[in-house]
């Protein structure tokens, strides 16, 4: 398994753009699809997006699509989400997660998790 660590969250106005790092120990990190997941107050932790192993396909949610962007950059171990047309309702605690295919990630699944970075957008 890898370990995760989240970077780069923060408080941001509406409109504005953040982008959360993730990075991975391990010498295995190439080999894992990984993804992003939040959780807001009271509600459940959601899918956000995922890429697989090579960087060659992802996926998203819909409420995302357009705004946000995945990212991997294998020589640092390390994915990132890129957060643009910051929402409000966006407002929630991100995790990236590790697993073997984008499939699982999409269906809420993780091998590896981090422990999470706040992001707060304000109206």
């Known amino acids: 398994q890898v370990q995760l660590v989240e970077s780069g969250g923060g408080l941001v106005q509406a409109g504005g753009s953040l982008r959360l790092s993730c990075a991975a120990s391990?010498?295995?990190?190439?080999?894992?699809?990984m993804g992003w997941f939040r959780q807001a107050p009271g509600k459940e932790r959601e899918f956000v997006a995922a890429?697989?192993?090579?960087?060659?396909?992802?996926d998203y949610a819909d409420s995302v699509k357009g705004r946000f962007t995945i990212s991997r950059d294998s020589a640092k171990n390390t994915v990132y989400l890129q957060m643009n047309s910051l929402k409000p309702e966006d407002t929630a605690v991100y995790y990236c997660?590790?697993?073997?295919?984008?499939?699982?990630?999409?269906?809420?699944?993780?091998?590896?998790w981090g422990q999470g970075t706040q992001v707060t957008v304000s109206s």
């Open positions: 997660a590790a697993h073997l295919s984008v499939g699982p990630l999409v269906a809420g699944k993780g091998r590896s």
């Open positions: 890429i697989s192993w090579s960087g060659g396909s992802g």
């Open positions: 391990g010498r295995t990190f190439s080999s894992y699809a």
